[in-house]
């Protein structure tokens, strides 16, 4: 079956400007997460949602970052006012239920973001 | 919250040798052990898991293994072929509460860079 997609592969922006990264979870999971991987490092936690809400929103680094999911399905990473430091891999992951804490999370491709 | 240390950084190996991957974290409530394989461009790939009521599980040439006493836990490749070149993430999965319900939240290694010559 199709697996995580995240459009678009990569996006390149200027120093200010607003983006929107989007994701498409496997269908029928109900928790989606996003993180955000730096060159040669791990993927690093953003935020969870449980359906349509976002219920762990404590990786996000700062009122620049927003997420919305707002039909249970797909999500959008929005980054205000871009900075260069946001440059990095943006990575999205479902998983079935996101409840309990052994629930295998099924990552996307990610979507690369340079900002100039 | 959760640290998760990995180690090596790098690891290179000739074709049919065997390679390991060792990680460490932090937090004893963590219960579930991921290891993903991401290629160059891609996202990472889940390989295998283990939770933590097992201290081995196997999956043809891949293994596992857990030491929940010392908080650690390994990768092992064996008859590695050019094709496992790759980096490699450990994670561990620690509970969180949110939305008045526990999840696990993965943290991730800093990964491995395994190659494998012909």
């Known amino acids: 079956g199709a697996g995580v997609s995240q459009t678009p592969s990569n996006k390149v922006t200027e120093k200010g400007k607003y983006v929107e990264l989007r994701c498409d979870p496997i269908?029928?999971?109900?928790?989606l997460y996003w993180y955000r991987q730096s060159l040669g490092q791990g993927p690093e936690f953003l935020i969870y949602?449980?359906?349509?809400?976002?219920?762990?929103d404590s990786g996000l680094p700062n009122d620049r970052f927003f997420a919305v999911r707002p039909e249970g399905s797909v999500s959008t990473l929005k980054i205000q006012r871009t900075e260069r430091g946001d440059s990095a891999v943006y990575l999205c992951?479902?998983?079935?239920?996101?409840?309990?804490?052994?629930?295998?999370?099924?990552f996307g491709p990610g979507t690369r973001l340079t900002v100039l | 919250g959760e640290n998760v240390e990995q180690h090596p950084s790098t690891l290179s190996v000739q074709e049919g040798d065997s390679a390991v991957i060792k990680c460490t974290y932090s937090?004893?409530?963590?219960?579930?052990f991921p290891w993903y394989k991401q290629e160059l461009g891609k996202g990472p790939q889940l390989i295998i898991d283990?939770?933590?009521?097992?201290g081995e599980k196997k999956d043809q040439r891949i293994a596992v293994t857990l030491n929940k006493t010392a908080k650690h836990f390994s990768l092992h490749i064996t008859e590695t072929q050019p094709e496992d070149s790759a980096v490699y993430f450990c994670?561990?999965?620690?509970?969180?509460?949110?939305?008045?319900?526990?999840?696990?939240?993965?943290?991730f290694g800093q990964g491995t860079i395994l190659t494998v010559h012909p």
């Open positions: 269908s029928g999971h109900t928790a």
């Open positions: 283990i939770r933590s009521n097992v």
């Open positions: 992951a479902s998983s079935p239920t996101g409840l309990g804490t052994r629930d295998t999370q099924y």
């Open positions: 949602f449980q359906g349509t809400g976002a219920a762990d």
């Open positions: 994670a561990a999965n620690s509970p969180s509460w949110a939305g008045g319900t526990s999840y696990g939240k993965l943290t």
């Open positions: 937090d004893s409530a963590s219960n579930y």
